[in-house]
């Protein structure tokens, strides 16, 4: 090898190191805004989760029994546009939503038309609070378990459910996001699974939520690998870990993922978006060990994504 090939080799490997730490200088690290945050701060909740590091936030709006999905549309837009502006105040942007986790069987039509008017209510809900990505899950047209004979009709069901759902999102600006899930015997669990329906959905308004604890309860999957399987299509996370037993959305590094080999497929995909947490601080006894536990969860989420 020349002198002239030892210098280009090392000019390729100086760009791909400087790629890498613009990467991880820029990088976006989100939380859950659970309700531990409104029960201890109330509405200093944001300022809080920003004074722990956090400038990006999951906001749930997931059980329907609750308000605001019994409001007027005018309370509603009032109680979201609120909920923006006491971010915007503490610099804290609502990075996405999760739509309702309604029900784990929607065998009728008639439920699935109950399920897609809440979905269209967390739509909007989403549009007023001037959040771009809207998380949901696969529609369980027969519940959780898939039996041979019903795959297809669940892709079918599932398909058809996705075009209407992102008619009521394109206009409003908002990006459908489908969630892989964490059910062995549902057919439309693991991550390529997903990523077909997305592909024959083929709109820019339905993309993927990634997450790790639900890719790592399958014991034939590799979260990394998997990462490189569907990232073209990935808009968001929903980052947490687990014994590869069951989805206990322990914090990062608690479990078994290789988290160092997963945030090298971030990099190396270039995904720009948001290392979005969906864990929160567990087992505390009062305000002083629910913030600490925050601050470890944010301490956690940094060395993950420091460049090494």
């Given amino acids: 090898m020349s002198i002239n090939q030892n210098l280009d080799f090392s000019f390729i490997d100086f760009i791909i190191t400087i790629k890498l730490i613009i990467e991880v200088i820029s990088v976006k690290i989100g939380i859950y805004a659970g309700p531990e945050f409104t029960s201890f701060y109330g509405d200093k909740r944001y300022e809080k989760i920003k004074t722990l590091g956090f400038?990006?936030?999951?906001?749930?709006?997931?059980?329907?029994?609750?308000?605001?999905?019994?409001?007027?549309?005018?309370?509603?837009?009032?109680?979201?546009k609120n909920e923006r502006k006491m971010m915007e105040q503490a610099d804290v942007i609502p990075s996405q939503m999760h739509g309702p986790w309604y029900s784990a069987s929607n065998i009728t039509q008639e439920e699935r038309d109950e399920l897609f008017?809440?979905?269209?209510?967390?739509?909007?809900?989403?549009s007023y609070m001037e959040c771009k990505y809207?998380?949901?899950?696969?529609v369980f047209a027969f519940g959780?378990?898939?039996l041979p004979e019903n795959e297809e009709e669940t892709r079918k069901i599932n398909v058809e459910f996705a075009k209407r759902l992102v008619d009521v999102a394109k206009p409003l600006g908002v990006t459908i996001c489908l969630e892989n899930m964490p059910f062995p015997s549902f057919c439309i669990s693991k991550p390529l699974e997903i990523y077909s329906i997305i592909k024959e959905v083929n709109d820019e308004n339905y993309k993927m939520c990634f997450d790790t604890g639900h890719v790592n309860v399958f014991k034939d999957l590799d979260v990394a690998k998997c990462f490189y399987d569907v990232a073209d299509e990935?808009?968001?996370?929903?980052?947490?870990?687990n014994c590869g037993d069951?989805?206990?959305?322990?914090?990062?590094?608690?479990?078994?993922i290789d988290w160092k080999s997963f945030y090298k497929a971030l990099c190396n995909?270039?995904?720009?978006?948001?290392?979005?947490?969906?864990?929160?601080?567990?087992?505390?006894?009062?305000?002083?060990?629910?913030?600490?536990?925050a601050g470890e969860l944010y301490s956690i989420a940094k060395r993950i994504t420091e460049f090494n």
Avoid: M
């Fill in 55 to 80: 400038s990006y936030v999951d906001f749930s709006n997931s059980d329907v029994r609750k308000y605001p999905y019994n409001a007027s549309l005018r309370d509603a837009e009032a109680f979201f």
């Fill in 117 to 126: 008017g809440y979905f269209c209510q967390s739509l909007q809900f989403a």
């Fill in 234 to 241: 990935v808009a968001v996370l929903h980052v947490h870990d």
């Fill in 134 to 138: 809207w998380v949901i899950h696969p």
């Fill in 269 to 293: 995909t270039g995904f720009d978006g948001v290392f979005s947490l969906e864990t929160s601080p567990k087992n505390y006894a009062n305000i002083d060990e629910f913030e600490n536990s």
């Fill in 144 to 146: 959780t378990k898939s």
């Fill in 246 to 256: 069951t989805d206990s959305h322990l914090f990062p590094t608690f479990g078994s």
